[in-house]
């Protein structure tokens, strides 16, 4: 009967806490006890620390009930209210004993215990290493949902089907992996799996010498994480380009305009991703990551020219990036998005303290090496950001802004007025599929210093049948926005030797 039902009040908050024998106390389970007291009957109360960590990641919608001040905790808690409205809480029963969990709104997937194939016990370790260090790195990139070592280890030694495993766990994508020793050699397999189809999006084999292998497994695992992640991106940005827009999610619209910032380059397809972006703040105004994106598109809308008032721009992406550091400071992303605006204002120290801050929370990240690099060219440091430039390269093979990460390069050797190496660069940066003009352009400057006239001349051409009517003003006005070391002398000189008009 509904009068003798009993009506739970939940509050949750992730923190420190200190085991004593059989009991637990601290802040964390201070602040967990004060938001039960104040929920309401049959509600939900979560902190902000537990907001970041699951927003867009669960089928569920969140209240922000504001900074409240609890009892025996000395700041204001900011508290939020799980939204079950709507919510069919028995369905989600039948859910979990069925074994079966709805799919979050982002990415989510399961590494796998590696196999080990070698017949070697002593083997066993590398293998389970492998798959827990995977499942670290994964984990420091904040847009998926990884599911914790604990459960994916549920499946070690059993002969599994991961569309079951997916169902079991809730994820979408699926990593699985296998260790072979031969001597003083290993191979390393590994495999990513839709396993809501059952179709594989990538796989590859690693062969290796074992001598260290604490450096071995750190190596495969830095790159299997640099494959997965820009593979899944392109899984969800193309999933997202064929949904209808009207049908999107906060999850989709940022994915969409994700697609569109790097597909299309027009001053049109900058202000759609812009547009999507908003709306994805707009529907989860804690989203982090999507701030970060309108941050950067405004920055981009900069760079390639595509706006009438770059200061204003300037100050939308500032904007843009402050929020995504308020809503989640331990978002590298957010902190890349910052870096990058104050390298426009010519603030470089302060630029790559950014920088430097989200590399900290992810060393894998591509956007965070590519961003110190500017900030160290654009402050004057070319040497030292040829490095970070490599190293953003080398973690993603097949990013969509490769083309950029190549020609920052080729920016990085001109300063240093090495051309041959600056050519190669651009050579590299021009056979991208959605390469800008400017990579024409730098690349044109560079064969003219070389004495190679007319393969600077046809680079010239191509470069004005992306941008018709651009000249060396316009050469000036978009390289001199960096300041006294963006190396905008060399490049108008050299293409002047091209015979490009003032």
């Given at each position: 009967p509904e009068e003798r039902r009993i009506r739970y009040r939940i509050g949750i908050n992730i923190g420190d806490i200190i085991v004593d024998g059989e009991d637990i106390y601290g802040d964390g389970i201070n602040v967990a006890a004060r938001l039960e007291e104040i929920a309401e009957p049959g509600s939900v109360y979560v902190s902000r620390s537990v907001y970041n960590q699951i927003k867009g990641k669960v089928g569920l919608g969140f209240e922000d009930l504001g900074e409240k001040q609890v009892k025996n905790i000395p700041d204001p808690v900011r508290v939020y209210r799980v939204d079950l409205s709507g919510t069919d809480t028995d369905s989600l029963s039948r859910d979990f004993e069925a074994g079966s969990l709805p799919l979050p709104d982002k990415p989510s997937i399961a590494v796998l215990p590696f196999q080990n194939m070698s017949g070697d016990p002593e083997q066993e370790f590398f293998a389970d290493g492998m798959a827990e260090e995977i499942i670290?790195?994964?984990?420091?990139?904040?847009?998926?949902?990884?599911?914790?070592?604990?459960?994916?280890?549920?499946?070690?030694?059993?002969?599994?089907?991961?569309?079951?495993?997916?169902?079991?766990?809730?994820?979408?994508?699926?990593?699985?992996?296998?260790?072979?020793?031969?001597?003083?050699?290993?191979?390393?397999?590994?495999?990513?799996?839709?396993?809501?189809?059952?179709?594989?999006i990538w796989a590859e084999r690693y062969d290796r010498e074992l001598d260290d292998i604490f450096a071995l497994q750190d190596e495969i695992t830095e790159t299997i994480v640099a494959a997965v992640e820009p593979e899944l991106g392109a899984v969800e940005r193309e999933r997202a380009r064929r949904k209808p827009p009207e049908n999107l999610n906060a999850w989709g619209l940022y994915q969409r305009g994700l697609w569109l910032f790097y597909a299309d380059q027009t001053r049109g397809g900058m202000d759609e991703a812009k547009r999507l972006f908003q709306r994805a703040c707009e529907l989860d105004p804690g989203f982090a990551a999507a701030h970060a994106e309108l941050s950067f598109t405004h920055v981009a809308e900069i760079v390639r020219g595509l706006t009438d008032d770059p200061k204003a721009s300037l100050h939308a992406a500032a904007d843009a990036a402050e929020r995504a550091v308020a809503l989640d400071a331990r978002d590298p992303a957010a902190r890349v998005a910052l870096g990058r605006v104050l390298i426009f204002r010519h603030s470089h120290e302060r630029a790559i303290a950014e920088m430097e801050a989200a590399l900290a929370l992810n060393a894998s990240f591509d956007r965070g090496h590519y961003g110190l690099g500017m900030a160290l060219l654009y402050g004057g440091r070319p040497e030292e950001s040829i490095p970070q430039f490599e190293r953003g390269i080398r973690l993603s093979p097949r990013s969509p802004l490769l083309w950029a990460y190549w020609m920052m390069l080729g920016l990085a050797y001109i300063n240093l007025e090495k051309y041959e190496e600056a050519t190669a660069s651009f050579e590299k940066a021009i056979q991208q599929p959605n390469a800008a003009f400017m990579v024409f352009v730098h690349a044109a400057s560079t064969l003219a210093h070389l004495g190679?006239?007319?393969?600077?001349?046809?680079?010239?051409?191509?470069?004005?049948?992306?941008?018709?009517?651009?000249?060396?003003?316009?050469?000036r006005s978009a390289a001199g926005q960096f300041g006294p070391h963006s190396g905008v002398a060399r490049i108008i000189d050299g293409l002047r030797k091209a015979g490009l008009s003032e």
């Open positions: 670290t790195a994964l984990s420091r990139y904040h847009w998926f949902f990884v599911i914790a070592r604990n459960s994916s280890f549920t499946y070690k030694g059993r002969a599994v089907d991961v569309t079951q495993v997916a169902k079991e766990l809730g994820v979408r994508y699926v990593l699985e992996g296998s260790v072979r020793k031969a001597g003083n050699r290993v191979r390393v397999t590994a495999q990513l799996i839709d396993a809501t189809t059952g179709s594989h190679r006239i007319e393969e600077a001349r046809a680079l010239l051409a191509e470069a004005k049948t992306r941008k018709p009517g651009f000249s060396i003003d316009t050469v």
